[in-house]
């Protein structure tokens, strides 16, 4: 019988977090021991990575938000490319 796997719902480490700079106008991810500045819409996406919604769910609200914005396409390789840096579990 085949194994099922449950989709991923996206949600910050435990040692990150998601901060906005109001002066600079930029969103960061603050890790232990360095800050990282998100790019563009950035901050949005990370900030739905809250456990609670699938990749899928976290691109259908942003395509909600953007309407014509390439989320599809962007946005699960971005939030993997976060995985796979160890920011996102």
């Known amino acids: 019988m085949p194994r099922t796997v449950a989709p991923w719902r996206p949600a910050l480490a435990p040692a990150l977090m998601l901060r906005h700079d109001a002066v600079r106008g930029r ?11 998100l790019e563009g819409h950035g901050g949005t996406v990370v900030g ?28 699960p390789a971005f939030l993997d490319s976060l995985r796979q840096e160890g920011w996102l579990t």
């Open 48 to 75: 739905l990575c809250d456990g609670t919604r699938t990749v899928e769910g976290i691109v259908g609200e942003l395509a909600d938000r953007f309407p014509g914005a390439p989320v599809a396409d962007t946005v």
């Open 27 to 37: 969103d960061l991810l603050v890790l232990p021991e360095r800050v990282v500045v």
